[in-house]
């Protein structure tokens, strides 16, 4: 009985996830075709967003649990980053939960600047909505675009700076050194990383740091066309913070199963099993921390 319950539970979320508007047909908020908006628009502007939630006062699909924690938009909660200058964030993904590392939205308004991370932790910034330029010790500057990215080092001195508008996700951690090994800084653009060898699996990846033993982790880019999923029922040591960046699917999370949009956030502790299909009727992409190159002990 359990069995067939859990696939009429699938049937029925798959069948809601095709629907026009998204998930159970939430009325679109924006009349114009996702066609015509920015890469990444639905993560500050998801389906599901608080304007459709009035008449369901309390209602949150965000969940915590000790192995796993989804957090959807409605539920961030966002304050003045710490030695920021106009910029506030809101913390998905912390040490609290039981993470090693922190991911974070910053949001910069107009005259921003950023703080520096602090000692002996490494920094990188992925850029969602609008552009920042960013400046090294050398005073050397680049302006970094949607789908952009840039890592840090620890100690590295850098800033980051916004004249207008822009929303970047942060991941943070203490970096675990090896004798000998000593990563680099990276600027680069997730169109410039080559597709690769997935064996087994249907996905599309990308990852954007260098594979050497001096990172200690990794962030992939996964593209899923609809009705793709992983065949491998993944359960391993690394962590995981997810955002996904565009489309919809299911999210199996231990023994629950969620529906997941552009917009939501997954922590993925240690061992958790893990599984993801997509949904709708456009691409899934969602980028993935993970940590690598680093013995658990």
């Known amino acids: 009985m359990r069995s067939i319950f859990v696939f009429l539970l699938i049937l029925g979320l798959f069948k809601c996830a095709l629907t026009e508007e998204g998930f159970c047909s939430a009325p679109s908020v924006l009349s114009t075709e996702s066609k015509s908006k920015p890469l990444y628009w639905k ?5 599901l967003s608080p304007v459709h939630l009035q008449d369901l006062p309390g209602f949150t699909r ?5 192995d796993h924690a989804l957090i959807t938009p409605e539920s961030h909660v966002y304050s003045p980053l710490p030695d920021w200058i106009n910029t506030s964030g809101a913390y998905l993904v912390s040490p ?3 993470s090693h590392f922190v991911m974070y939205l910053a949001k910069l308004k107009e005259n921003s600047r950023s703080g520096l991370p602090p000692h002996d932790v490494e920094r990188l910034i992925f850029v969602l909505q609008g552009a920042v330029t960013l400046t090294n010790a050398a005073s050397v500057s680049q302006v970094l675009k949607v789908d952009s990215y840039a ?13 207008a ?5 942060v991941f943070e951690r203490r970096y675990t050194q090896l004798p000998n ?12 990383q080559p597709l690769l060898e997935t064996p087994g699996e249907i996905f599309e ?19 899923f066309q609809p009705g793709e999923f992983l065949n491998v029922k993944e359960v391993h040591y690394n962590q995981h913070g997810l955002l996904l960046l565009e489309g919809q699917g299911i999210y199996r999370l231990g023994d629950s199963w969620y529906p997941v949009q552009a917009g939501d956030v997954i922590w993925m502790a240690p061992f958790v099993p893990q599984w ?15 940590d690598v190159n680093r013995s658990p002990l």
Do not use: W
């Open 62 to 66: 965000s969940v915590y649990k000790s």
């Open 181 to 192: 090994h000593v990563p680099e800084p990276v600027v680069n653009s997730t169109d410039k």
């Open 43 to 47: 993560v500050d502007n998801p389906t």
């Open 276 to 290: 993801y299909a997509a949904l709708g009727k456009t691409r899934s992409r969602y980028l993935l921390y993970k």
């Open 96 to 98: 609290h939960m039981g």
């Open 205 to 223: 990846l990308r990852k954007l740091l260098p594979t050497s033993l001096a990172y200690d982790f990794n962030i992939h880019i996964m593209d």
């Open 151 to 163: 890592y840090f080092p620890p100690n590295f001195e850098h800033s980051i700076e916004c004249d």
């Open 165 to 169: 508008l822009a929303t970047i996700v």
